[in-house]
């Protein structure tokens, strides 16, 4: 990647937004309940006289477009339109680490991104136009639609964990309760990769109303293991939803989450797959890596992280385009 140029009087400046990776379903919580963890993908983006430059590092770097169907340009333009506007010519600068195609979100983390950061290259609002400005309602509801499902979405834009559900005159609706302290997951990032568009395509149009009720008792029991009482979060991660009509496309996690959950240790897929998210306390953090240690689960494939929840969402700032410094706290 090539160094920001810097001017004579000083650094240009970037808009320079970073968000969270994301896991989605927790289990039964499927196209609703989402967490934010502690691994971040960064972008940063200057108007230029025209025309677009895509600058990437990390996953995705050979496989995504570099022209305006880049998915943080689609949102960025998707914002300018929202406001009749339309995206100028940029440069855009990617430091991605969200595995893409593994169930951590990465698709979120780039629509909000690209929200975010059109929102903030937008013109000053004109204050006799105040429906021609964006709030974080706004570019949530643009996000939801862009994603197709709102699960993601929410954390990457708000952080913590979030529990979305539909608005009774239309819409989704997000609250956001607050995580038992406690909670240590421990992210099995697969090398392997899936899109999600096609592992939605394995879900069948009706269930048994038994697993419909099977998972309205686990999601409501998922509630109180997350922000209450994490004891009861092995039988809380229990999905008859979709982790059953999926787990043929995804052995090495289908086995992987057996083993787990035979252990005792609340694993679930996360997202879509083929990544495995164990919602562990901490003392069954400490189990998993003794059973990591002593080669008894079968982790060949996985990058295994501890991942602390990251209770902020995307976040943006002015800068010089380089990555890293400093951000709000996240880690919680
Ligand atoms: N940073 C990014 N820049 C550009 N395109 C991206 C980026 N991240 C994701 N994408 C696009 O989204 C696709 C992956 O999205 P998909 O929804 O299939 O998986 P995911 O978001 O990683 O997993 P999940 O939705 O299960 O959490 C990539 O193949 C790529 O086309
Ligand atoms: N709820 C979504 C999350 C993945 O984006 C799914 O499982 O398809």
Known sequence: MTEPQVHAGGSETWWHVRVPATSANLGP??????????????????????GFVVEIDGPGRDAVPLDESHLVLRAMSRAFATVGQTLPGV???????????????????????????????????????????????????LACELEGHPDNVAPALFGGLTLCHPAPNGGTRV????????????????????????????L????????????????GLLVLGLTQDPSVLLPATADRLHQPYRAASMPASTTLIADLRAAGLPAV????????????????QQEVHRLLDAGQLPADGFTVRDVAICRTGGQVRADDGRPGGVWAECAG
Do not use: Y
């Open 269 to 284: 897929v996360s997202g879509a797959g083929p990544s495995v998210l164990v919602l562990c306390d901490q003392s069954q």
């Open 91 to 141: 440069h855009l600068r990617c430091w991605n680490r969200i595995p893409h195609g593994g169930g951590l979100g990465s698709s979120a983390a780039a629509i909000v991104a690209g929200l975010l950061l059109g929102r903030a290259l937008l013109p000053t609002p004109d204050p006799a136009q105040p429906d021609r400005t964006l709030s974080d309602a706004d570019l949530f509801d």
């Open 29 to 50: 919580g499927f196209d609703s309940f989402g967490l934010a963890l502690d691994l971040h993908d960064e972008m940063a983006v200057r108007p230029t006289a025209g």
């Open 175 to 202: 609250v956001s309760p607050v995580v038992h302290p406690d909670l240590r997951p421990i992210a099995f990032e697969a090398a392997a990769s899936s899109s999600t568009k096609q592992s939605r395509g394995l």
């Open 204 to 219: 069948p149009a009706t269930v048994p109303h038994a697993d419909a009720a099977a998972n309205a008792a686990a999601a």
